[in-house]
């Protein structure tokens, strides 16, 4: 038998269960499918905008998440060659820049208490009056049939589940970086509280980010490199890191468990493929995590096509008219965040010698003129649309 409901959020992360809780007040039945059963076992730490948090306190999510570590200065410079940028909280006249905090604590704040989970989406279809969602629900009780296949008929689906649905039948557009970014947490023994760093390098940019005793750190390089370093033992390690970045926050005394994975941008050609279907988060873009911009547009993501389905007519969810007005919503913070990120990557990682100059000097004019670095610290904070 096919279920009914009108709008079906697929996936469960922090994106998907932002936009489900956004919608729980309103009079449309919404459905969260979840793939994954039980918390989230994913340790990485996650960076949030200042303008994250202020969707995060509507949501009423902001007050239960924990080990959250403000950044209220960014420090910007590049590997032999003079110039930075410092980007502070206080000139910008907000309280913080953004937040460094664990991703299971987000995603238990956001947690949407009618998700249904062990929901595994095998199919999608569509046509002008509905979506149909195929799904294979997990069991949950010993004597369960595992596997067993559903239908679910919605006036509007929503892909939040990272883009894999609809990958092979429509290809994003995608560009390979060719680096791979290694995240890990060190500790040092000067760190600076509340100060970000972010360093690029003919081999790729690396952040290093306050979170509790130390800093969460986000190194890239070329995939051939990126093999050696996972190699290295704890002691070669920190040493290349400390070669690598400098003594700005003295010597690093440890490192934690080290992870990879390979960085590109990928695009969806449109973000409404099929008729009444959107897509949301990584769905929709997957960034390099330079600026740390990725989540932070996925959360405006789901805030802003809230928006337009609570605005918009009932009888009209779901229909071109609707995912028409969102997309033109959502047109230019996301490319102007993509191509933002985009640029960074490109004109950072080279070591020519003409170029390394203008970065340098572009560096100490953004600098010495207030106005446009606010204007690029609010892009980072909010967003194109503000």
Not at 41 to 51: H, P, Q, T, V, W
Not at 119 to 126: L, P
Request: glycine fraction near 8%; hydrophobic fraction near 40%.
């Amino acid at each position: 038998m096919t279920q009914t409901c009108d709008i079906a959020i697929i996936g469960g992360g922090p994106v998907g269960s932002a936009l489900a809780r956004a919608l729980k007040d309103s009079a449309f039945s919404v459905r969260l499918l979840e793939a994954r059963t039980g918390a989230s076992s994913d340790a990485r730490a996650l960076a949030l905008s200042y303008g994250s948090r202020l969707l995060l306190e509507r949501l009423g999510a902001w007050d239960a998440l924990q080990h959250v570590s403000a950044i209220r200065t960014i420090h910007v410079s590049q590997k032999q060659g003079f110039g930075r940028t410092l980007l502070r909280a206080s000139e910008m006249n907000v309280p913080e820049l953004g937040y460094v905090l664990p991703y299971p604590s987000l995603h238990k704040a956001l947690q949407y208490g009618h998700a249904m989970q062990g929901a595994n989406v095998t199919g999608i279809e569509s046509d002008a009056n509905h979506a149909t969602i195929r799904y294979r629900q997990a069991c949950t009780e010993p004597d369960d049939a595992d596997g067993e296949e559903h239908e679910l008929s919605a006036r509007l689906a929503i892909l939040a589940d990272g883009g894999k649905l609809l990958a092979d039948r429509y290809p994003p557009k995608m560009r390979d970086y060719g680096q791979s970014a290694l995240i890990s947490h060190v500790t040092c023994t000067d760190p600076k509280p509340d100060t970000a760093f972010e360093r690029f390098t003919p081999d790729g940019p690396l952040a290093l980010l306050p979170y509790m005793d130390g800093y969460e750190l986000v190194w890239t390089a070329p995939h051939e490199r990126m093999e050696q370093m996972l190699a290295w033992d704890d002691a070669r390690f920190l040493h290349e890191l400390h070669c690598h970045f400098g003594d700005r926050v003295g010597r690093f005394r440890s490192a934690g468990k080290r992870s990879s994975f390979p960085l590109g941008l990928k695009k969806a050609k449109d973000q409404a493929p099929m008729p009444r279907v959107v897509l949301i988060g990584n769905a929709a873009q997957t960034m390099h995590p330079v600026a740390g911009q990725g989540f932070n547009m996925g959360l405006r993501d789901a805030w802003e096509l809230a928006q337009e389905i609570l605005d918009a007519r009932p009888e009209s969810l779901g229909t071109e008219e609707m995912l028409a007005g969102y997309r033109r919503s959502r047109l230019a913070d996301r490319e102007g965040g993509t191509g933002f990120t985009d640029s960074l990557v490109r004109l950072f990682s080279n070591d020519l010698p003409i170029v390394s100059q203008l970065r340098s000097a572009s560096l100490t004019a953004l600098d010495c003129m207030p106005f446009v670095k606010k204007f690029v610290a609010r892009r980072m904070m909010f967003g194109a649309n503000g």
